[in-house]
T-cell receptor, first 114, second 110 residues
């Protein structure tokens, strides 16, 4: 079945460092891809999404590009802040042709040092 | 995107009891989804709830333990029955296409 594999955490960086969190997927169809963020003690928030190949999702300085040839959707940010400390989940949905349930990766905990 | 309200936001319950979680959406949707997030883990789909039909459960989840109601196109409930400490988790609802989630119910069973 469909699955998502993302970078093991925790990841610890200094403020203003460059961030990459790797995510690859396995899917039989043409999934939509997502990054969600979960701040400490809070619920899940959609950070960005991309619905077709070569689309770039972006939000709050984060970016990810849907790469069909490498089945990847890596999350990047040029300069992280302490407030970016959270757990990040890569996910996919099979899209409009199915039940649109979301399949999540295992999550990557990110900690930013001042 | 749909706005999803979920309650309670958190609860502490005695083992052997049941808790019903409510999910209210600000627009009509055909499908609603219930997820579980165990401590330190990712999210796992419990079931899909369509209005007017029985919920569809994922492998490892059964109706007797997690009964779901879907009385109309904007509302659903999930009940966690006969709770044990292993049921301590965050429970979240979501809807079709919107890819948004409720704020979650943090359940602790003692």
């Amino acid at each position: 079945g469909d699955s998502v594999t993302q970078m093991e955490g925790p990841v610890t960086l200094s403020e203003e460092a460059f961030l990459t969190i790797n995510c690859t997927y396995t899917a039989t169809g043409y999934p939509s891809l997502f990054w969600y963020v979960q701040y400490p003690g809070e619920g899940l928030q959609l950070l960005l999404k991309a619905t077709k190949a070569d689309d770039k999702g972006s939000n709050k300085g984060f970016e990810a590009t849907y790469r069909k040839e490498t089945t990847s959707f890596h999350l990047e940010k040029g300069s992280v802040q302490v407030s970016d400390s959270a757990v990040y989940f890569c996910a996919l949905s099979e899209g409009y042709s199915s039940a649109s349930k979301i399949i999540f990766g295992s999550g990557t905990r990110l900690s930013i040092r001042p | 995107s749909a706005v999803i309200s979920q309650k309670p936001s958190r609860d502490i319950c005695q083992r052997g009891t049941s808790l019903t979680i409510q999910c209210q959406v600000d627009s009509q949707v055909t499908m609603m989804f219930w997820y579980r997030q165990q401590p330190g883990q990712s999210l796992t789909l419990i079931a899909t709830a369509n209005q007017g039909s029985e919920a569809t459960y994922e492998s490892g989840f059964v109706i007797d333990k997690f009964p779901i109601s879907r009385p109309n196109l904007t509302f659903s409930t999930l009940t966690v029955s006969n709770m044990s400490p292993e049921d301590s988790s965050i429970y979240l609802c979501s809807v079709e296409y919107g890819y948004t989630f409720g704020s979650g119910t943090r359940l602790t069973v003692v």
